[in-house]
């Protein structure tokens, strides 16, 4: 009886150990799976705030590159304004500051971790700064030997384009940039996913065992999986808002200057695939300097807001409608015929004429339009552009004429104007006005 009561006794310690053993590999799971779990996620979240600042990084030096890139150019223009050698001795030295921080600016982006998209951007930009520099020296030496018409014509047809060469590389780094992001928040949220379902398997191997520190660490993991689905939602939020940044206006919400080209060029696309007709529309607000002048910027910047407002409700839900800088707009109609375009500019003349308060004072805003066909006045985008700017100018070129013969007009002595005056067609919603008649010296 002794040695069984021993036995018994022998075996509950047994058990007890056996008991302790499974109690401290339970505690062991469920350590493990609190660690596993927090390292993931801090893991998750530090990609996320590294990917956050590298690509926020590339994009704000790309964006200071382009805009110091913008200024050498315009200090080289602004030589050919000068005459006095110590304005363009001052000229020179920004100049060369520029360049001494594009070339910081370039190397710093250098620095940085890339990759096979990032270095070739590099490399175009590099290539393209070098040619930059040529032209610009070329430029200067024009100028300071007095040759300006030759300086402002390798500045425009050869400098300029290069210039928008450089700037569509820079974009492209842009949106490279957000494409990674956005590849890169679904690797990090797949990478949480796997954490989570790891941590889960633990867990329920634990919970067996001991389910309060299972719906512990179970809290615990959600409170970090919000985490970090606060982060890819914040990724997603600056995506977007990179997004609209590259292709809005930020002044007006209407589509930018590079955008409507974009748009443009598809719109000419389709027309000579589907065999449409198409209206394009170059439009200028008359006499808006004077406005920034007498009111301010701010001023000019409402005028311009009301502008694009009233062109919104105006056109229709097809329409692309874009600024294309300052105070021009631009609009593409698919399928507009010359009917169209007439009805279009007596729609928008008649809501944009509508009075606007600028401090007190109610100003009726006027516009010069010129507006180009697909097929009759060109076959490409280019064509399309540069005709429609051509009636434009003719048109305002018109009004101001017919504008200064009134004036002229109204101050002569009265046994004089007792001649008929010559008859002229004012009327700016005319169709000649609007740019269908084609003005002497646009040229086939």
């Given at each position: 009886m002794e040695t069984f009561s021993k036995q018994i006794e022998s075996a509950s310690r047994r058990l007890g150990v056996y008991v302790a053993l499974g109690f401290l590999a339970a505690l062991t799971m469920v350590g493990g799976l609190v660690a596993h779990g927090v390292w993931q996620q801090h893991r998750v979240l530090d990609d996320i705030e590294a990917l956050l600042e590298l690509r926020a990084k590339k994009i704000t030096l790309a964006s200071n590159i382009e805009a110091v890139s913008r200024q050498k150019t315009q200090i080289v223009f602004a030589q050919l304004l000068v005459?006095?050698?110590?304005?363009?001795?001052?000229?020179l030295g920004q100049y060369l500051e520029a360049s001494e921080r594009f070339s910081k600016l370039l190397d710093q982006f250098s620095a940085i971790k890339q990759d096979g998209s990032d270095i070739a951007d590099v490399q175009r930009l590099r290539a393209i700064e070098e040619r930059h520099g040529e032209l610009h020296e070329q430029a200067l030496t024009l100028i300071a030997k007095g040759?300006?018409?030759?300086?402002?014509?390798?500045?425009?047809?050869?400098?300029?384009?290069?210039?928008?060469?450089?700037?569509?590389?820079?974009?492209?780094?842009?949106?490279?940039?957000?494409?990674?992001?956005?590849?890169?928040?679904?690797?990090?949220?797949?990478?949480?996913?796997?954490?989570?379902?790891?941590?889960?398997?633990?867990?329920?191997?634990?919970?067996?065992?001991?389910?309060?520190?299972?719906?512990?660490?179970?809290?615990?993991l959600r409170e970090r999986s919000r985490t970090v689905n606060q982060k890819a939602q914040e990724i997603e939020r600056l995506s977007e808002e990179l997004f609209i940044e590259a292709t809005q206006d930020p002044l007006t919400g209407l589509m930018n200057r590079r955008m409507f080209f974009q748009e443009l060029e598809r719109s000419v696309a389709r027309s000579k695939t589907q065999h449409t007709p198409l209206a394009l529309a170059y439009i200028d607000l008359d006499h808006f300097k004077p406005i920034n002048d007498q009111f301010g910027h701010a001023a000019g910047d409402q005028l311009l807001k009301a502008i694009a407002q009233r062109m919104r409700i105006?056109?229709?839900?097809?329409?692309?409608?874009?600024?294309?800088?300052?105070?021009?707009?631009?609009?593409?109609?698919?399928?507009?015929?010359?009917?169209?375009?007439?009805?279009?500019?007596?729609?928008?003349r008649a809501a944009i004429s509508e009075p606007v308060v600028l401090q007190g004072v109610s100003i009726n805003p006027?516009?010069?339009?010129?507006?180009?066909?697909?097929?009759?006045?060109?076959?490409?985008?280019?064509e399309l552009l540069s005709y429609a700017d051509q009636l434009m100018y003719a048109q305002k070129a018109r009004r101001k004429s017919d504008a200064n013969d009134k004036l002229n007009e109204a101050r002569r002595p009265a046994k004089i104007s007792?001649?008929?005056?010559?008859?002229?067609?004012?009327?700016?919603?005319s169709t000649a006005a609007s740019g269908l008649v084609k003005p002497a010296d646009a040229g086939e």
């Open positions: 005459t006095e050698d110590d304005e363009r001795a001052g000229l040759d300006r018409d030759t300086a402002m014509r390798v500045l425009r047809e050869k400098a300029l384009p290069l210039q928008e060469s450089e700037a569509q590389t820079i974009d492209s780094i842009r949106v490279h940039q957000q494409q990674r992001m956005v590849e890169q928040s679904g690797e990090t949220r797949s990478q949480a996913r796997r954490a989570m379902w790891i941590s889960a398997g633990l867990g329920v191997s634990a919970c067996l065992m001991i389910a309060l520190v299972f719906f512990g660490v179970r809290w615990l105006t056109l229709n839900d097809g329409d692309v409608v874009a600024r294309l800088g300052g105070d021009e707009f631009a609009l593409v109609c698919e399928g507009g015929s010359a009917a169209t375009v007439i009805e279009i500019e007596t729609r928008l006027q516009l010069s339009v010129g507006f180009a066909l697909y097929p009759l006045h060109g076959e490409s985008a280019d007792r001649q008929a005056p010559e008859s002229r067609r004012t009327d700016p919603s």
